[in-house]
Every structure is written in C-alpha cells, then in structure tokens.
C-alpha cells in the first residue's frame, strides 16, 4: 500500500494513536506544492527548546514556510501546521528516495530540543507514536523512518535529531506497530464512561437490605448470590435425602406386599 498526494488525515491518525493534538489554522492548506508518493518521515529536531508551531508553520526570515508537517511539543503536544510539500529535508541522499529531492516524498517531524538537552519520557514516546501513527496509515515499516542526520548528513553536515540512536527509535516504532491501538475517547466520552463505572462498583460493593419484610440481612450483590448459591445446594441435598426415604417407604411396602 502506499499514498500518493497531501496527507490531509495527519491529524485523525495521530488522534487514533492516542497523541494529544493541536490543528494549526490553515494546515490543510499550506504547503510548498502537492506531495508525489509518500515514502516515509524525516526525524528532526528544532534547534532550541522554545520553538514555537506557527515558527514551523510560517518558517523562517531565510525560508518560507512551511519547515514541516508536524511541531512536536516536549509535552508529546503534537501541532499539525501543514498537508502539502515542506522545505525540511534539503540536499542529501537515501536509498529508496530521490536524490536532493526528498520533500515531496517524506512526512516532517519537527521536535522542540536542542539536540543536546537529551529527551523526555513524554516526547520521546509521542515521537514513536507520531511516527508509528503515520506508519501505519502508509502501510509502511519503521525502517521507513531516517533522521535528517541520516539524509543530510554528509551534505549539509547535519546532526538532528541529537543525541537519538536512530537504530533504536527504528526498534522502539516497530515494536509500536505491534501493538493493538486503543480508540481515542472525548471528554464526555470519558466521563460517561467513568460513571457507568462508578455505578457498577456501588452496585458490586453497597450492601443492600432483604427485600424479606420481616428481615434484618443486608449484604452485597456478589453476597446475596453466593448465599443464594448455597441455599440451593442446601436444598439440593435435603431433596435427596427425602428422596432416599421416599425409595426406602417404597421398597418396604412392596416387600410387605
């Protein structure tokens, strides 16, 4: 499987995986031209630990923007700022992509660090996810992921995303890919369901009177049908031993006969 033109779904997969999301007015919109066939994701990271989206949106004194499709927030915030073609990856090259000439063929991801201030549980897990998120959508591996170091090393003497063994992102997005995604619930989603939650613990732990008028027993749900369960094991035994005595009357009246 693959996809050919704008990823206008960036923003409903990264939600499907569980990230936090934030759409940039006009992301839909704003690119440098369409995308050809989607190949994979370039990693980078901002250059500084304040990089703010509409800077990745809007780009640059020196290049327009759009720098890329995704701001990602040392929280594991996720902000769309873009659906077509982004200046983000420049001269480099890479087995599988053109040479010089990967913008139109890789998703961006631009993570607010410095490249030496290392990365926090937070983002580095939303940054596997946004990757795996993406994966997932282009029918591809995690070897479709390659820092721009890896790109435009060589090159442009690049070195982002710092202090990241790209090896290991690569293992820790596939082993992401393995597991089964959990749907995304809204607020009200959420306090529906922690509510049908609360009922059914009152209802498995409050003790409930007998509806018996002359009785005092009060116990729990799981306490009434466990004693239920006993009485008629109780009067199972008891039918059994009538049935005994019955057999015996029975055998002794014919006998006498």
Not at 210 to 216: E, H, K, L, N, Q
């Given at each position: 499987m693959s996809w050919t033109g704008d990823?206008?779904?960036?923003?409903?997969?990264?939600?499907?995986?569980?990230?936090?999301?934030?759409?940039f007015p006009g992301w839909r919109d704003r690119g440098h031209g369409d995308f050809r066939e989607i190949w994979g994701i370039v990693a980078h990271h901002t250059g500084s630990s304040r990089t703010p989206p509409r800077e990745i949106a809007y780009g640059l004194p020196t290049l327009k923007g759009p720098l890329s499709q995704l701001h990602l927030a040392q929280d594991g915030t996720v902000t769309v700022v873009a659906a077509g073609v982004a200046w983000h990856a420049g001269v480099g090259r890479w087995p599988g992509l053109p040479e010089d000439n990967a913008n139109a063929n890789t998703i961006g991801i631009e993570a607010v660090n410095n490249g030496t201030e290392g990365w926090s549980r937070a983002q580095y897990d939303a940054y596997v996810a946004c990757c795996a998120a993406i994966l997932r959508r282009l029918g591809h591996g995690a070897e479709r992921v390659i820092g721009?170091?890896?790109?435009?090393?060589?090159?442009?003497?690049?070195?982002?995303?710092?202090?990241?063994?790209?090896?290991?992102?690569?293992?820790?997005?596939?082993?992401?890919?393995?597991?089964?995604?959990?749907p995304v619930l809204s607020d009200s989603e959420q306090r529906e369901l922690l509510d049908k939650v609360r009922r059914v613990h009152l209802e498995l732990t409050g003790a409930f009177q007998?509806?018996?008028?002359?009785?005092?027993?009060?116990?729990?749900?799981?306490?009434?049908?466990?004693?239920?369960?006993?009485a008629d094991y109780r009067n199972e035994q008891r039918l059994r031993a009538l049935e005994l005595k019955l057999d015996r009357v029975l055998a002794a009246v014919e006998e006498a006969s």
């Open positions: 990823p206008v779904w960036l923003a409903d997969v990264l939600r499907a995986e569980g990230l936090s999301v934030v759409e721009h170091k890896e790109w435009a090393g060589r090159k442009q003497g690049k070195w982002d995303p710092g202090g990241m063994d790209m090896d290991q992102f690569r293992a820790d997005i596939a082993d992401r890919l393995k597991g089964e995604v959990l007998s509806r018996v008028s002359d009785s005092g027993y009060c116990d729990t749900l799981a306490g009434y049908v466990l004693n239920s369960d006993a």
